[in-house]
């Protein structure tokens, strides 16, 4: 972990015009800085860098943040591989916290074994253009296969010599330890017994993490051998977990984020072929089933994917299990069948990248409208089959969080199936609260981890739901909002000074001066208190997460909130602070109202803090009177069901509530707060 002062450090020296400009051309624009944003195919200049504010923002696609986390999303890197990579720019020295010795051999470990596959790849590159075997066999074979050489040494292939222990020996004779060669799982062998090569006589592809690693190892065989499979992958180990790698995600996700979808394919051959093609925006899942971790890796750069088939029916009904996960994380995903005899590698061997989406936007045809179709092709007029079809493809429509999309595959599987959509709706919420009660049982057995969504059912037409209601989104959000803008814009700001004319002496000359006399609660502080007293808690997550860290930090009068929540490790929050601290964040009209028409010049920020013993109370008010109308909202509609003894005490609540209303009408939402300390 990286340690405070030197995180300091390194927020001080990263300038975001300096870090921007690296990756953006920018110009000035009076006092900021604009450019093409570089996370969407923006036309016209709509990223804006602010120096004053060490920010940056696109006011089309929302995203932004500090120098961190522009990094981070530019470069997709972790928190911490961000803040090294600034580090390293600015030529500040990482010191990071004292580990516990358990934590130090974990790390070292797995240092050692990053280092000995980096040598490893540069060894097996090595033999493919140097060695006469890594030519003859090696390099022939990817020439064959149509492989330029920039594509080669872009992926970093190689070649494992036929010998069986060529590559162990040599990497005992760099001072490899042999502990290391067995745990990366680059050689085999027993105890007291001679290493052996795992990829021996094999062409090798190496495997990057997300930030360019090289985590594992693929090794094809060339040749034709009784009992040994074509491939052989580096088994799992500390380093590598299969379960949680994509072949090519190095390479592609700049590209996934730049054209907003993946094309997920099989094999290694495919990604390359198609990178050579000039389709970027791909990766691979190397032969397995699908996994939550390689789902939510593809999702963090793009919601929409499309998976490519090379027509095979075995193939695709085994890859059917592993869509349904893409549609539980809530992906939009589309499917293509290639043309007959042809797979992803072969295909784009023969096109070029406009060729190649062409055919894509003619074929692609949405997962569920595919699923249909196959499977209604299979069952023909058995009618226990067909039923066995509905009851497959219901499966997958119910996994779909989106209620608007389930709706409207519902419709269309309505027409496919002719069948009405009322008993699909009925099946589809059955299905839900089974899987919804599953997972929770689940959940409290042990921590899994599922895609943490309420239980949302929709509405059969005709029908009222009884037993559960679709989520709503909640009548407070708007005003929870407004009080975090204050949060993490002022901090522990005091909402008011009270200053007064004195006069003193320097010899001779009598100078006036404003003196301080009294000086209100901070911002966190007034809020903390102010909510507190009536027992109000944040109701949107995120907000609430906001609220309790400023909250640790009351005491601390050099506490800078801004700073602090913009250069968060989450991206939820740090983005959230970019919007709030944005001159251009849309205020409620009451508080642009209360600011006047400067709202918005470059005086707004500090006309703002002069009136936050106004406009701070009021937020917190209004939240509160949230709270009192949707009280009284929730009686009135008790009181339509209730009997005559229950209605008695609900008009007296009713009453009460409304005499609250009052109160704060006239002393707070007024056109002007006076408060007294």
């Given at each position: 972990?990286?340690?405070?002062?030197?995180?300091?450090?390194?927020?001080?020296?990263?300038?975001?015009?300096?870090?921007?400009?690296?990756?953006?051309?920018?110009?000035?624009?009076?006092?900021?800085?604009?450019?093409?944003?570089?996370?969407?195919?923006?036309?016209?200049?709509?990223?804006?860098?602010?120096?004053?504010?060490?920010?940056?923002?696109?006011?089309?696609?929302?995203?932004?943040?500090?120098?961190?986390?522009?990094?981070?999303?530019?470069?997709?890197?972790?928190?911490?591989?961000?803040?090294?990579?600034?580090?390293?720019?600015?030529?500040?020295?990482?010191?990071?916290?004292?580990?516990?010795?358990?934590?130090?051999?974990?790390?070292?470990?797995?240092?050692?074994?990053?280092?000995?596959?980096?040598?490893?790849?540069?060894?097996?590159?090595?033999?493919?253009?140097?060695?006469?075997?890594?030519?003859?066999?090696?390099?022939?074979?990817?020439?064959?296969?149509?492989?330029?050489?920039?594509?080669?040494?872009?992926?970093?292939?190689?070649?494992?010599?036929?010998?069986?222990?060529?590559?162990?020996?040599?990497?005992?004779?760099?001072?490899?330890?042999?502990?290391?060669?067995?745990?990366?799982?680059?050689?085999?062998?027993?105890?007291?017994?001679?290493?052996?090569?795992?990829?021996?006589?094999?062409?090798?592809?190496?495997?990057?993490?997300?930030?360019?690693k090289v985590v594992a190892f693929g090794g094809r065989i060339l040749k034709k051998v009784e009992?040994?499979?074509?491939?052989?992958?580096?088994?799992?180990?500390?380093?590598?977990?299969?379960?949680?790698?994509?072949?090519?995600?190095?390479?592609?996700?700049?590209?996934?984020?730049?054209?907003?979808?993946?094309?997920?394919?099989?094999?290694?051959?495919?990604?390359?072929?198609?990178?050579?093609?000039?389709?970027?925006?791909?990766?691979?899942?190397?032969?397995?089933?699908?996994?939550?971790?390689?789902?939510?890796?593809?999702?963090?750069?793009?919601?929409?994917?499309?998976?490519?088939?090379?027509?095979?029916?075995?193939?695709?009904?085994?890859?059917?299990?592993?869509?349904?996960?893409?549609?539980?994380?809530?992906?939009?995903?589309?499917?293509?069948?290639?043309?007959?005899?042809?797979?992803?590698?072969?295909?784009?061997?023969?096109?070029?990248?406009?060729?190649?989406?062409?055919?894509?936007?003619?074929?692609?045809?949405?997962?569920?409208?595919?699923?249909?179709?196959?499977?209604?092709?299979?069952?023909?007029?058995?009618?226990?089959?067909?039923?066995?079809?509905?009851?497959?493809?219901?499966?997958?429509?119910?996994?779909?969080?989106?209620?608007?999309?389930?709706?409207?595959?519902?419709?269309?599987?309505?027409?496919?199936?002719?069948?009405?959509?009322?008993?699909?709706?009925?099946?589809?919420?059955?299905?839900?609260?089974?899987?919804?009660?599953?997972?929770?049982?689940?959940?409290?057995?042990?921590?899994?981890?599922?895609?943490?969504?309420?239980?949302?059912?929709?509405?059969?037409?005709?029908?009222?739901?009884?037993?559960?209601?679709?989520?709503?989104?909640?009548?407070?959000?708007?005003?929870?909002?407004?009080?975090?803008?204050?949060?993490?814009?002022?901090?522990?700001?005091?909402?008011?000074?009270?200053?007064?004319?004195?006069?003193?002496?320097?010899?001779?000359?009598?100078?006036?001066?404003?003196?301080?006399?009294?000086?209100?609660?901070?911002?966190?502080?007034?809020?903390?208190?102010?909510?507190?007293?009536?027992?109000?808690?944040?109701?949107?997550?995120?907000?609430?997460?906001?609220?309790?860290?400023?909250?640790?930090?009351?005491?601390?009068?050099?506490?800078?909130?801004?700073?602090?929540?913009l250069s968060h490790p989450d991206p939820q929050i740090s983005r959230l602070a970019s919007e709030?601290?944005?001159?251009?964040?849309?205020?409620?009209?009451?508080?642009?109202?209360?600011?006047?028409?400067?709202?918005?010049?470059?005086?707004?920020?500090?006309?703002?803090?002069?009136?936050?013993?106004?406009?701070?109370?009021?937020?917190?008010?209004?939240?509160?009177?949230?709270?009192?109308?949707?009280?009284?909202?929730?009686?009135?509609?008790?009181?339509?069901?209730?009997?005559?003894?229950?209605?008695?005490?609900?008009?007296?609540?009713?009453?009460?509530?409304?005499?609250?209303?009052?109160?704060?009408?006239?002393?707070?939402?007024?056109?002007?707060?006076?408060?007294?300390?």
């Amino acid at each position: 972990m990286i340690a405070q002062i030197t995180l300091g450090r390194i927020q001080d020296a990263a300038q975001i015009v300096d870090v921007v400009s690296d990756f953006v051309t920018l110009r000035r624009r009076g006092v900021n800085y604009v450019g093409l944003c570089p996370f969407h195919d923006d036309r016209t200049p709509s990223f804006y860098v602010s120096p004053s504010k060490n920010i940056c923002k696109c006011f089309a696609c929302n995203e932004g943040g500090s120098p961190i986390h522009f990094v981070m999303k530019h470069e997709q890197l972790s928190y911490y591989e961000a803040l090294k990579y600034l580090a390293k720019k600015y030529n500040i020295e990482v010191v990071e916290k004292e580990f516990t010795d358990e934590e130090k051999q974990a790390q070292s470990d797995r240092d050692s074994m990053f280092i000995l596959n980096e040598y490893a790849r540069d060894y097996f590159v090595k033999i493919l253009h140097a060695n006469p075997e890594g030519k003859a066999v090696g390099l022939s074979y990817f020439r064959e296969r149509g492989f330029r050489d920039d594509i080669v040494k872009k992926f970093q292939l190689g070649y494992s010599l036929e010998q069986r222990d060529a590559f162990s020996v040599e990497a005992q004779k760099a001072g490899y330890k042999r502990d290391y060669l067995l745990k990366t799982g680059l050689s085999t062998g027993n105890e007291g017994q001679a290493l052996y090569d795992r990829f021996r006589g094999r062409v090798i592809f190496p495997v990057h993490t997300l930030s360019g690693k090289v985590v594992a190892f693929g090794g094809r065989i060339l040749k034709k051998v009784e009992n040994t499979g074509k491939y052989v992958n580096s088994p799992e180990s500390e380093i590598y977990s299969k379960s949680k790698e994509l072949y090519g995600i190095y390479f592609a996700k700049n590209a996934i984020v730049k054209q907003d979808k993946c094309f997920l394919v099989e094999g290694y051959t495919d990604v390359i072929s198609m990178h050579q093609a000039g389709i970027e925006n791909v990766v691979a899942s190397s032969g397995t089933a699908l996994t939550y971790g390689q789902i939510r890796m593809i999702h963090r750069f793009s919601e929409n994917i499309t998976v490519l088939y090379d027509g095979d029916a075995a193939g695709i009904k085994a890859a059917l299990r592993g869509i349904d996960l893409l549609l539980e994380d809530g992906m939009n995903v589309k499917v293509v069948l290639l043309p007959e005899g042809e797979d992803p590698d072969s295909f784009s061997r023969k096109q070029n990248a406009e060729g190649f989406h062409h055919y894509i936007a003619q074929n692609e045809v949405d997962f569920i409208r595919f699923k249909t179709q196959l499977l209604l092709k299979e069952v023909g007029d058995d009618p226990v089959k067909r039923a066995g079809l509905i009851s497959n493809v219901v499966e997958s429509i119910a996994l779909i969080p989106n209620t608007i999309t389930r709706s409207v595959y519902i419709q269309e599987c309505s027409q496919l199936l002719d069948m009405q959509e009322q008993i699909l709706i009925s099946e589809i919420n059955k299905i839900r609260r089974r899987n919804y009660e599953r997972k929770k049982e689940q959940k409290e057995k042990e921590p899994v981890s599922f895609p943490d969504r309420e239980l949302e059912l929709m509405p059969i037409p005709g029908v009222v739901l009884t037993e559960s209601k679709a989520s709503l989104k909640t009548p407070y959000e708007k005003y929870e909002k407004e009080i975090v803008r204050y949060i993490v814009r002022y901090g522990n700001m005091p909402i008011y000074r009270k200053f007064e004319k004195r006069k003193r002496k320097e010899g001779r000359e009598v100078i006036e001066e404003d003196v301080l006399v009294e000086e209100g609660p901070g911002v966190i502080e007034f809020v903390n208190e102010d909510l507190n007293r009536d027992s109000i808690i944040f109701t949107i997550s995120l907000y609430r997460r906001i609220f309790d860290e400023a909250a640790t930090y009351i005491e601390d009068p050099d506490f800078d909130a801004s700073r602090y929540f913009l250069s968060h490790p989450d991206p939820q929050i740090s983005r959230l602070a970019s919007e709030l601290i944005s001159d251009r964040y849309q205020l409620s009209k009451i508080h642009a109202k209360i600011l006047g028409e400067e709202q918005g010049d470059k005086n707004s920020r500090l006309l703002e803090q002069n009136l936050l013993n106004s406009l701070v109370p009021r937020a917190t008010t209004e939240l509160k009177n949230a709270y009192i109308m949707q009280r009284i909202k929730e009686i009135k509609e008790a009181m339509k069901q209730s009997d005559p003894e229950e209605s008695l005490s609900l008009i007296a609540q009713l009453k009460e509530l409304q005499e609250i209303k009052k109160v704060l009408a006239k002393e707070f939402l007024g056109e002007r707060i006076i408060l007294k300390y």
